[in-house]
């Protein structure tokens, strides 16, 4: 199984330019996630949705929007991209709501971002 | 709102001693915690969790994690560190509730010396 796939593994972009993360499961589960993960500062989530339809901001939204496309496929969109997003970025997904019991995340390899 | 602590950014052991990670979380209502490994290049793997019953909890590759509600404290550890084990971990706390996302701690970065 492919699990949790997310393209392109790297990517350049200068200030201001803009930019799609794909991320697609096959595992038919219901909630994904999306984190970036900087030294020093562990994973934070910036945006998640519970369910098909459903979207939800974490803790660093600012400066990013999402798109549930179907069960399968959650994007991550940089609308102008700056410095301060440089940085790696996961996609997750669970069978439920991350931290039931029967829902551990599975992520995928991540995409290392840089924005010059 | 829930919370982690990881105590140590990185600890460094030599092959063959005890690995001991700090985790400490800060909840309101009782709650699940997990662990998780990330190896070079990688994204997180769960190594193990605790949810209820019984507090020592036994995950994959020889690791365990106790819950101390008294201490608030889910530490990991394994008697005998192999190289295999160098990688960064990441404590995790949800609710009992389950309608919210993990918090992930920061990391600590394990690195294992021949």
């Known amino acids: 199984n492919a699990g949790v796939t997310q393209t392109p593994k790297f990517q350049v972009l200068k200030t201001g330019q803009s930019m799609t993360l794909q991320c697609a499961q096959d595992?038919?589960?219901?909630?994904m996630y999306w984190y970036r993960q900087d030294p020093g500062m562990g994973l934070r989530l910036i945006y998640y949705?519970?369910?098909?339809?459903?979207?939800d901001k974490g803790e660093v939204p600012n400066g990013y929007n999402v798109s549930r496309l179907n069960k399968r496929e959650f994007s991550l969109r940089l609308e102008s991209a700056a410095p301060s997003q440089t940085s790696v970025y996961f996609c997750?997904?669970?069978?439920?709501?991350?931290?039931?019991?029967?829902?551990?995340?599975?992520f995928g390899n991540g995409t290392r971002l840089t924005v010059t | 709102a829930q919370s982690v602590t990881q105590l140590g950014s990185h600890v460094s052991v030599s092959e063959g001693a005890l690995v001991l990670l700090r985790c400490n979380y800060s909840?309101?209502?009782?709650?699940?915690l997990f662990w998780y490994v990330q190896y070079p290049n990688q994204g997180l793997q769960l190594l193990l969790k605790?949810?209820?019953?019984?507090?020592l909890v036994k995950g994959i590759n020889g690791f365990e994690a106790e819950f101390k509600k008294s201490e608030t404290s889910f530490h990991l550890t394994k008697p005998s560190a192999h190289m295999s084990d160098a990688a960064e971990y990441f404590c995790?706390?949800?609710?009992?509730?389950?309608?919210?996302?993990?918090?992930f701690g920061k990391g600590t970065r394990l690195s294992v010396i021949a």
């Open positions: 909840s309101s209502v009782p709650p699940y």
């Open positions: 949705s519970a369910s098909e339809g459903t979207t």
């Open positions: 995790a706390v949800s609710l009992v509730s389950g309608n919210t996302p993990l918090v």
């Open positions: 605790y949810t209820t019953g019984a507090t």
């Open positions: 997750a997904s669970s069978e439920g709501t991350a931290g039931g019991p029967l829902s551990p995340l599975h």
């Open positions: 595992m038919n589960h219901n909630s």
